[in-house]
């Protein structure tokens, strides 16, 4: 836990002072996921919901059961969610995941070089990718009352797609 701390620390001092801008190309990334290679590219038409999590972070363990259910209702409308975990022992990870299951693609980053490019400061972290591959939103945390909000910006998004 600690070396995935100091970690983080030095994505968010190595990144620049301002995150990613509406309406910028969201930076690719090809990483190795659970299920072989996750690659932003071969997600272009569809609405891509990209979740930076950790094993220690606590409100991961409750936005995982809300991107679940994201997925579950819009999978079939054009949406796909990725998560991108940065622990730097992929056990830690994996424990997580055992507990907490993932009903969407799930991907490795150990040296944070995603959340560098992304220019992320926190997490759970969130970027929601037009399927033209550009930014739409950025949002950093996740609470209880960011469910519907956030799932209404899916929606709003879902329905420009069509």
Known sequence: MKSIALLFAAVAAASPAFALEKGAAAPQFDLQGLEG???LAKLQGKLVY???WASW??????????????????GAKGLQIVGINLDANSADARQFLAATPARFSIAFDPQGATPRNYGIKGM????LIGPDGKVLLE???FREADRADLEAKIQTALGAVK
Do not use: I, T
């Open 124 to 127: 759970p972290s969130s970027v």
């Open 139 to 141: 949002h950093s945390g």
């Open 37 to 39: 290679a996750v690659k």
């Open 50 to 52: 990209v979740d930076f």
């Open 57 to 74: 972070c606590g409100p991961c363990r409750q936005s995982f059961p809300w991107m679940n259910e994201m997925q579950a209702k819009y």
